[in-house]
């Protein structure tokens, strides 16, 4: 997409250093690649020296935090580094945007995480546009919006919230910040911070898709008219195949096929596969619900078990069984898209959730943190696409419960209606970045209004 002047539209995409975010704004820049926009991605420092396999395809470029050594480990509050990002950030991304400059290739846009709302400021003081970038649903991030222009508050008081185009929630269902607000309210806030100067920027683009959420993306155009959604943003070769030999998120850390071989063994739809996230721990008298749970299922299942946890399995539970096998990484997508997996047992958080819609994969719904009981809610009372278990007073899932909801599932009449409800938004997303689809089409209307700059 080149302007008046014959060079092509840059865009710096700006992305928090977090996998579950940096992954999503990886996959839309490559899209953006594919309308002839020039890309340069920018991170961190320190989250930069930890990606390989980058993309060729695009400039790399890091900032400072202010923590080039890392942070973890630090006792470090987060509202402190937040303070510190925004400031050094700010700093170093001008100097990103300076040399980009001096090198002929000024910048004409900043694509920033909603995360760090500070480089809407950055690129207002060079006359650039800025478009934040939620990487969140919009429910979720209804939700939060709400709290900012003070029409919800935390602690929760109410025993039902009550937020325009959403379903009616209970706090069970609420993003797990608002029930912890007391003890910590950092992480709230943070959240509730991405809209203080939403209104000001040139664009907001959301890893969504339009037929997924009519109602809450048709009320927020009307607060923000350069609204649009621009996902699911996953890997071309999974939806519309457009983009070859995009395979995978470009930043991957890890490479196995043992699962793959595994898999291909299996019969159709006969596999659950089980994965809680790479980030959140789980208890250790969880992960021995879990085990017993799969075991006692009597069916095929393909556990994901990160390093740092598979200590905390029982010790008289086998990794790799007649019906079983544990790894410590696999290829979720290439997992899912396996014809041998028939449900996916899943902590819910948003890349995972748009992996399972877009590939048709039902869901057992286990939210652990932040968004996740909010995607849980979509997930099963909205879309229709799974099944929650019950748990405890301890907010544990018991190994029954699981069961439960596997043979429901895999058994039920239930479980024939969520298959059929999983593959029709399946098609959906497939549909949405296809040539002429919704968000293919947003994200045209996008690049087309870069030329000016």
């Known amino acids: 997409m080149e302007k008046e002047n014959g ?32 890309v340069t991605l920018v991170t961190t420092l320190f989250y930069g020296k930890s990606l390989e396999n980058f993309p060729p395809s695009m400039s790399f470029e890091t900032i400072s935090d202010g923590f080039d050594n890392g942070r973890h480990g630090e006792g470090l509050k987060l509202t402190v580094y937040n303070e510190v990002f925004a400031q050094r950030g700010s700093q170093t991304l001008s100097e990103v945007l300076e040399k980009c400059a001096i090198s002929g290739y000024p910048v004409d846009c900043i694509i920033y995480d909603s995360f760090m709302p500070w480089a809407l400021d950055v690129a207002k003081k060079f006359g650039i546009a800025g478009a934040s970038y939620l990487t969140q649903n919009m429910p979720v991030n ?22 325009p185009m959403l379903p009616k929630l209970q706090h069970r269902d609420m993003p797990s910040f608002f029930l912890s607000y007391q ?27 339009y037929e997924l959420e009519k109602e809450v993306i048709d009320w ?5 008219p350069k609204f649009r959604t621009i ?50 721990p789980l208890d250790e008298e969880q992960i021995r619900e879990v085990a017993y749970g799969l075991r006692d299922s009597g069916r095929y299942f ?15 539970f086998a990794k790799n069984s007649e019906k079983g096998l544990v790894v410590t990484w696999c290829s979720q997508l290439k997992v899912l898209s396996h014809e041998a997996v028939g449900c996916f047992v899943t902590h819910c958080g948003w890349n995972s959730t ?10 057992i719904a286990v939210p652990q943190w932040s968004d996740q009981a909010t995607n849980a809610k979509y997930l099963v009372d909205v879309w229709k696409v799974g099944i929650r278990p019950v748990v405890d007073e301890k907010k544990i899932m018991r190994k029954e419960a699981l069961e439960d909801c596997i043979k429901e599932l895999m058994e039920s009449d239930k479980g024939k209606e969520i298959r059929i409800n999983a593959v029709k938004l399946k098609n959906l997303a497939i549909e949405a970045v296809s040539e002429g689809g919704s968000s293919n089409k947003n994200i045209i209307e996008f690049v087309n209004s870069l030329k000016g700059y």
Not at 183 to 209: G, K, R, T, Y
Not at 354 to 363: I, K, Q, T, W
Request: charged fraction near 25%; charge should be negative; include cysteine.
């Open 142 to 163: 209804s939700v939060y919006y709400h709290v900012h222009i003070g029409k919800l508050r935390a602690p929760l008081t109410e025993d039902e919230i009550l937020i």
């Open 183 to 209: 003890e910590d309210p950092a992480f709230l806030e943070m959240l509730v911070e991405q809209f203080s100067n939403i209104h000001e920027a040139d664009w907001v683009l959301c890893n969504a898709f």
């Open 7 to 38: 060079k092509a539209v840059h865009c710096v995409v700006l992305a928090y250093p977090a996998q579950g975010h940096i992954n999503p704004m990886i996959q839309f820049s490559k899209r953006l690649l594919h309308e002839g926009v020039k």
């Open 354 to 363: 748009l992996e399972a819609l877009s590939l048709g994969v039902p869901v």
């Open 220 to 224: 927020t155009t009307k607060i923000w």
């Open 231 to 280: 996902g699911p943003s996953i890997p071309s070769m999974f939806l519309d195949k457009r983009l070859k030999d995009d395979e995978e998120y470009g930043v991957t850390q890890f490479k196995s096929e043992e699962c793959m071989d595994w898999l291909d063994k299996k019969a159709k739809g006969s596999v659950l596969y089980v994965s809680f996230g790479s980030l959140v």
């Open 302 to 316: 393909l556990w994901v078990v990160r390093a740092s946890e598979e200590a905390k399995l029982p010790k008289d």
